[in-house]
């Protein structure tokens, strides 16, 4: 199959080392350095439409695989569809599920799903009517920018000053506000496939949003995941799919907007079970680099049953036995003001197939300077992404390489899934 990737993250880097195969050809827009030995680089303005479709008519791709948000909140992929095109990824009308917090909080009103109590702040309210709005929630107070952030856009504080001044950020960016009750217990990413009112959950993850060791500092796109999770329930997944994902997916069939890709749900476990947090309408990064690691079913086949509306006759996915890690290395200043240019060294991956645990570099903001160097263009530089028969052997897989690495100034966490390893993760009564 000729395969088009749009996007250009370790996400994308996953998903395109996900399906290299002897019989696929790669191209990815705008892809980076680390893609290059796998894929054809080209050029492009991912969220624009007659871009999109202009490239993807000269490429003539059998499938073409959306990654981030943007494109398609932008409708991208439903104009290659237009042009005849087999895309994975959901249209712009399901993707509100991401792109509007409140369309999130009407679907999951009408579908019955456990989420927090949530109230727009518009833009333009006086500084009365925001301390008003703050004094229906919290201690503790979850600020959200309505709009996409990348993840970035969330604050969580005990701190009301805090909570207030991020209120008046995202206003000042001309966005509305969303103040939601805090949904205690550990967090869980699941991803679904989605066609229709078919829903095929993939392994669940954590991430790990916060900068610093032990959830400190500011909110990132994230800064590691580990799967599958030791401390979820037994029938944790079970319980994501049938109170929440097939409920949604039914909902948005319902209303006329069936979902077709990648359904993420960004969830808390607490007490009662599954809350929902937030949906996003693509694959999570950093959660896809590890979970990809342990999928076995051939993706290029899961992704094309998807787009082509099988998912129903797909065989049940098969995944390999163990534990998948993925820790990012930032960029000095990131996530605040992320430095670039600064040379890497070491990254290069080598061929491990000896090896029990496994660790592989992938991609997210790398380019080449003048002189071939690999520089870091980017607040999140890249993941090193590991596989062990223990959460402690991929721990010690994925450390043990980014120790070889080089970014003066690169900075990453010690501490992804340490607690689940510690056996601290605890789900409140
Ligand atoms: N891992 C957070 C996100 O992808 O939004």
Redesign the pocket.
């Known amino acids: 199959m000729r395969i088009l990737v749009i996007g250009s993250g370790a996400r994308e880097h996953a998903l395109l080392t996900g399906m290299k195969a002897p019989h696929n050809e790669l191209h990815v827009v705008p892809g980076n350095a680390g893609m290059a030995d796998l894929a054809t680089l080209h050029k492009g303005v991912v969220d624009d439409q007659a871009n999109m479709v202009a490239l993807a008519q000269d490429i003539k791709p059998d499938l073409i695989v959306v990654g981030p948000e943007i494109p398609l909140v932008a409708g991208v992929s439903d104009a290659l569809r237009h042009a005849g095109f087999l895309v994975f990824g959901p249209s712009q009308a399901a993707a509100q599920i991401e792109g509007s917090k409140a369309f999130a909080k009407d679907v999951m009103a009408e579908a019955g799903v456990r989420t927090a109590h949530a109230e727009v702040v518009p833009a333009g309210s006086t500084p009365e009517e925001i301390d008003a709005a703050l004094d229906r929630f919290g201690p503790t107070w979850v600020v959200k920018d309505d709009g996409l952030a990348g993840?970035k856009g969330v604050v969580v504080t005990p701190n009301i000053n805090e909570a207030r001044a991020h209120v008046n950020a995202v206003h000042k960016a001309g966005n509305p506000v969303l103040l939601e009750s805090f949904l205690d217990g550990p967090e869980v990413?699941l991803f679904c496939l989605v066609d229709g009112e078919t829903v095929v959950p993939l392994l669940p993850a954590q991430?790990h949003k916060r900068v610093r060791d032990n959830d400190e500092g500011p909110n990132t796109?994230?800064m590691g995941a580990y799967t599958p999770l030791p401390w979820l329930p037994t029938d944790g997944v079970q319980r994501i799919v049938d109170e929440v994902c097939v409920p949604v997916a039914r909902e948005m069939v319902r209303r006329g907007n069936p979902y077709q890709g990648l359904l993420y749900a960004g969830l808390a476990w607490g007490s009662e079970g599954p809350a929902v947090v937030e949906f996003?309408c693509r694959f999570?990064?950093?959660?896809t680099q590890a979970v990809l690691m342990m999928l076995e079913t051939p993706l290029d086949d899961v992704l094309a049953a998807v787009a082509r509306g099988e998912l129903a006759d797909l065989p049940p996915l098969t995944w390999r036995e163990g534990y998948a890690l993925t820790v990012v290395l930032g960029a000095p200043g990131y996530p605040e003001k992320p430095v670039t240019g600064g040379v890497i060294t070491g990254a290069e991956n080598t061929d491990n197939a000896d090896s029990d645990d496994v660790a592989v570099v992938l991609h997210a903001g790398t380019s080449r300077g003048e002189n071939g160097e690999l520089v870091s263009a980017g607040g999140r530089v890249l993941n090193v992404v590991a596989h062990g028969a223990t959460l402690e052997q991929a721990r010690d897989a994925a450390y043990k390489r980014l120790e070889q690495i080089n970014l003066d100034g690169g900075h990453y966490r010690t501490d992804i899934a340490l607690p689940a390893v510690e056996g601290r993760i605890t789900i409140p009564n």
């Open positions: 993840g990413s991430d796109g994230g996003n999570g990064d950093p959660e």
